[in-house]
């Protein structure tokens, strides 16, 4: 399967799963800021990936849980050297430039972008094969 | 109270599928306010769609909360289609098939069929697709929000279990 496949068929996913048009989907796009996307849609886009690419995604694996509530990793609403180091480690599919810009943890969620699901799909598949 | 938008359990298939019905009632409160008449438009009782929604929503539920036998709180969390393209009035049965499409500890996603049943002359009718209710559930104490919920299981409560009692299936332990 070729980016350009799998980006289509992410594309399809988020397009089902967010009600947003295709011309949306764009691969800078984030999830949660652009697309609208909430807690209840990582959970709806992961089974619905789960379907289309026929891999199986476990819990925390395609979104960080329970990093941004740990107070080793974030202090005073910034994330720490050990919080990045973490998710960086958890979510190798994730670029992390802006988080590493901006440490708010507000932003943690802006690293979740389309590029980075097809990314994650991208790595899944090779795993698989 | 809580308002139970199915009569009955019909088919239970664990993990996979459930089937309930509900008979469309003039006795129901709302059918005289859903739609009044007003100027010169006599009233036209109509099941609401936004509680055949809801009728879905508690067969899915049901088939979902069953899966974990009942420990897990089962809440609505998404509809992600809703289409239905006909009314059911006072009279009419409607079925309700949902199947689980995935389940993990967090939650779930369902794919539901609503059937219509009209009675006449000769009995009922054959039952005919009206429409299509997709949800998605969440198991609320493995929520990606970290939320606290009280212990105590208050989605699946009396009601639901008289619901499967008077319908025969068992309440696992």
């Known amino acids: 399967m070729t980016r350009d496949e799998i980006f289509d068929s992410v594309r399809e996913v988020l397009v089902d799963a967010l009600a947003v048009?295709?011309?949306?989907?764009?691969?800078?796009?984030?999830?949660?800021?652009?697309l609208g996307a909430e807690s209840i849609d990582i959970l709806d886009i992961s089974f619905k990936l789960e379907q289309a690419f026929g891999f199986k995604i476990a819990q925390g694996e395609l979104f960080p849980e329970g990093v941004t509530q740990d107070p080793e990793f974030v202090e005073g609403g910034k994330v720490t050297d050990k919080g990045l180091g973490e998710l960086k480690e958890r979510l190798p599919h994730f670029d992390f430039t802006s988080l590493e810009a901006d440490r708010s943890v507000?932003?943690?969620?802006?690293?979740?972008?389309?590029?980075?699901?097809?990314?994650f799909c991208e790595r899944k598949l090779q795993t698989a094969a | 109270m809580r308002w139970m938008w199915i009569d009955r359990v019909v088919e239970l298939?664990?993990?996979?599928?459930?089937?309930?019905?509900?008979?469309?009632?003039?006795?129901?409160?709302?059918?005289?306010?859903?739609?009044?008449?007003?100027?010169?438009?006599?009233?036209?009782?109509?099941?609401?769609?936004?509680?055949?929604?809801?009728?879905?929503?508690?067969t899915a539920g049901v088939l979902v909360g069953h899966a974990e036998a009942f420990r897990e709180k089962v809440v609505l969390a998404k509809v992600s289609r809703a289409?239905?393209?006909?009314?059911?009035?006072?009279?009419?049965?409607?079925?309700?098939?949902?199947?689980?499409?995935?389940?993990t500890d967090m939650g779930a996603s369902t794919k539901g069929i609503i059937e219509l049943i009209r009675h006449d002359a000769r009995g009922p009718g054959a039952p005919r697709e009206i429409g299509r209710v997709d949800l998605m559930f969440s198991h609320l104490d493995n929520n990606m929000g970290g939320a606290q919920f009280p212990e105590h299981n208050f989605v699946f409560g009396e009601s639901f279990r008289t619901l499967l009692r008077s319908s025969g299936v068992e309440i696992p332990a």
């Open chain 1, 21 to 34: 048009d295709d011309d949306e989907v764009t691969p800078e796009a984030k999830l949660i800021a652009d």
């Open chain 1, 106 to 119: 507000g932003n943690v969620a802006n690293i979740f972008t389309v590029d980075a699901l097809v990314d």
């Open chain 2, 13 to 58: 298939i664990p993990r996979e599928k459930l089937v309930a019905i509900k008979g469309v009632s003039l006795a129901e409160e709302h059918l005289h306010d859903h739609f009044p008449a007003t100027g010169g438009r006599p009233a036209l009782p109509v099941m609401p769609m936004s509680l055949i929604v809801e009728g879905m929503a508690q």
């Open chain 2, 83 to 103: 289409e239905l393209t006909e009314d059911a009035v006072p009279g009419d049965q409607l079925r309700y098939t949902a199947t689980i499409e995935s389940m």
